[in-house]
Every structure is written in C-alpha cells, then in structure tokens.
C-alpha cells in the first residue's frame, strides 16, 4: 500500500490503521504532536513552548515511537 507523502501525524496513523488497529490507540498523542508537524518547523509568529507544553510533546513523540518501533520489531521477527 501507498501512503501520500503527508506531514499530519493523525492522518498518518489513521491510514497505518487501515493496516493495524492497534494505531488507533496514539490518536491523543497524534493531535498533541499535530501543531509541530509543520507551522513550528519554520519561523513564524509562534510562542516558545512552556516546559509544561514541551513535557507533553516529548511524551507523545515516545508513545508513537515506541509503539512503532515494537511493531517493526515484531515484523522483523516473521
């Protein structure tokens, strides 16, 4: 399957859904991470983010990662 070359983390998991459920679980950490994707990447008229702010977004790139990296273990394992 063929995924478009897309940046929105919660359009990437509900397509790698399609193919796993088990995706469907970091939609919370998808939205949190969403905002970043792009608009934080470039300059712009943007807030640094609180450590608070930064807390939340570190841990929701890790549940998506560890998620995705246990998968790909699993997959290796076939």
Do not use: C
Request: aromatic share 8%.
């Amino acid at each position: 399957m063929r995924f478009a070359s897309i940046h929105d983390v919660s359009k990437l998991l509900a397509l790698a859904g399609t193919i796993e459920v088990g995706f469907s679980q970091l939609a919370n950490a998808a939205e949190t991470l969403a905002p970043f994707a792009v608009e934080i990447r470039y300059p712009g008229d943007w807030d640094d983010l609180t450590r608070d702010e930064y807390s939340e977004v570190k841990r929701a790139a890790e549940e998506i990662v560890v998620f995705v990296t246990e998968r790909i273990e699993e997959t290796d394992k076939d």
